[in-house]
């Protein structure tokens, strides 16, 4: 089955500062790859989806690149309401595996 | 818009089984081809997925967890629903169940519902 990875499991930056995460796939998935931010006691919000795709309503700072293995999540201007943790997810084939997340605070 | 919500026990026994139903509203649990899953996470932990069924039955499973799970759906009430067997504390987890959107990611979730396996 197909591993995903996700790195730094942590993170903490300045409001303003532009944040970026990574998931790994340990097979190429092609683009089926979703991330979602999970704020504290709060059910998970789809950010993104086919790798780069934004959802409607999720702020354009925003951004998801990557194919195959390699992916990342940017944030270009970190804002307060950012923290969260932030999962990738990949939906290519069954195991639907979520990556371990990663942790965004405010410095 | 469409709505999940989770109902179920909040307390099962370990060794007995956990059994949640997910209710669908606005919109038909039968439209078009997408799936629903049970999503489970551990207190202070990451999003496990345990597996999805379509609208025609076919289920696909957490391998880690394949031997104790069943995914049902009752197409007439609009419901699908988990069973879990055999749970221990390491069981103990809020479930979500989720479905997907035109977009083949999970864009729909349940309020999510605690389940503590304790005797």
């Known amino acids: 089955d197909i591993q995903m990875t996700q790195s730094p499991s942590s993170l903490s930056a300045s409001v303003g500062d532009r944040v970026t995460m990574t998931c790994r796939a340990s097979q190429g998935i092609s683009n089926y790859l979703a991330w979602y931010q999970q704020r504290l006691g709060k059910v998970p919000k789809l950010l993104i989806y086919?790798?780069?795709t934004l959802q409607s309503g999720v702020p354009s700072r925003f951004s998801g690149s990557g194919s195959g293995t390699d992916f990342t999540l940017t944030i270009t201007s970190l804002q307060p309401e950012d923290v969260a943790t932030y999962y990738c997810q990949k939906y290519d084939s069954a195991p639907l595996t979520f990556g371990g997340g990663t942790k965004v605070e405010i410095k | 818009q469409v709505q999940l919500q989770e109902s179920g026990p909040g307390l099962v026994k370990p060794s007995e089984t956990l059994a949640l139903t997910c209710t669908v509203s606005g919109g038909s649990i039968s439209s078009g081809s997408y799936y629903w899953s049970w999503i489970r996470q551990p207190a202070e932990k990451g999003l496990e997925w345990i597996g999805r069924?379509?609208?025609?039955?076919?289920?696909n499973y957490n391998p880690s967890l394949k031997s104790r799970v069943t995914i049902s759906v009752d197409t007439s009430k609009n419901q699908f629903s988990l069973k879990l067997s055999s749970v221990t504390a390491a069981d103990t987890a809020v479930y979500y169940c989720?479905?997907?959107?035109?977009?083949?990611?999970?864009?729909?979730w349940g309020q999510g519902t605690l389940v503590t396996v304790s005797s």
């Open positions: 086919a790798a780069s």
């Open positions: 989720a479905g997907v959107g035109v977009n083949w990611a999970f864009d729909y």
């Open positions: 069924i379509y609208p025609s039955g076919s289920t």
